[in-house]
């Protein structure tokens, strides 16, 4: 079965810090995997995906992830946290067979502090 | 361009009565998905369609739920005989056509539609 598992509710970081938000999935075929945040009364924005090629991906904001194949890993990354980065993150996985599925975690809130 | 609009932002409908949800996709895009949030929940696919064709609606309940997406005008998700159950915030998502290379498997965002049911 397709899933992806955000194990963390929230994370806490200082502003100027690194962040990680976690992602674990487990979908049929190829993974095609995506990061969206959400911030309030607002849908989903995109910020970048892993489809084939490097590992780490770069994408909007100064965000990026790696891809992990053997620990079906694919978590969001910001080398330094800024305030305004505080938001509800998702993960999600298209099905590599069925390309009209998506799969989302149920979201980190990300916290960042002055 | 536009992006994805979704109206009304707010529903509120009594148990019993009928909801109406409306979805006009980014200029160009010819695919549109339904996903219900549930407080603290993530994400829950619901349906799939192209101009006049519903791909895939797997994820739709099997009553009271339907959707369309006509030639002209917007998408509409309907939900006939509101129970407080459905309370959600409903959001509709548009992807371009597969000869966008580029960006053919990403999902833009409406705003979303928050649906109370007293």
């Known amino acids: 079965a397709q899933s992806v598992a955000q194990p963390e509710d929230q994370v806490n970081v200082a502003e100027g810090n690194p962040l990680t938000v976690k992602c674990t999935y487990s979908?049929?075929?190829?993974?095609?995997l995506f990061w969206y945040v959400q911030y309030p009364n607002r849908g989903l924005q995109f910020l970048l995906k892993?489809?084939?090629?490097?590992?780490l991906v770069k994408g909007s904001y100064g965000f990026e992830a790696e891809f992990n194949k053997s620990q079906t890993s694919f978590h969001l990354k910001k080398p330094s946290a800024l305030v305004s980065d505080s938001a509800l993150y998702f993960c999600?996985?298209?099905?590599?067979?069925?390309?009209?599925?998506?799969?989302f975690g149920s979201g980190t809130k990300l916290n960042v502090k002055p | 361009n536009a992006g994805v609009m979704q109206n009304p932002r707010h529903l509120v409908r009594r148990r019993g009565q009928e909801a109406r949800l409306r979805c006009s996709p980014m200029?160009?895009?010819?695919?549109v998905y339904w996903y219900r949030q549930l407080p603290e929940e993530g994400l829950k696919f619901m349906v799939y369609?192209?101009?006049?064709?519903?791909?895939?609606e797997s994820g739709m309940p099997k009553e009271r739920f339907s959707a369309e997406f006509p030639k002209e005008g917007p998408s509409i998700l309907r939900i006939q005989q509101v129970v407080r159950g459905d309370s959600a915030a409903y959001f509709c998502?548009?992807?371009?056509?597969?000869?966008?290379?580029?960006?053919?498997?990403?999902?833009?965002f409406g705003p979303g539609t928050r649906l109370t049911v007293l």
């Open positions: 979908v049929s075929g190829n993974p095609y």
């Open positions: 200029k160009g895009h010819s695919h």
């Open positions: 892993y489809i084939t090629g490097d590992n």
């Open positions: 998502a548009s992807s371009p056509p597969l000869r966008d290379r580029e960006m053919w498997d990403t999902q833009y």
């Open positions: 369609l192209q101009k006049e064709n519903i791909i895939d």
């Open positions: 999600a996985v298209r099905d590599g067979y069925n390309f009209n599925k998506f799969y």
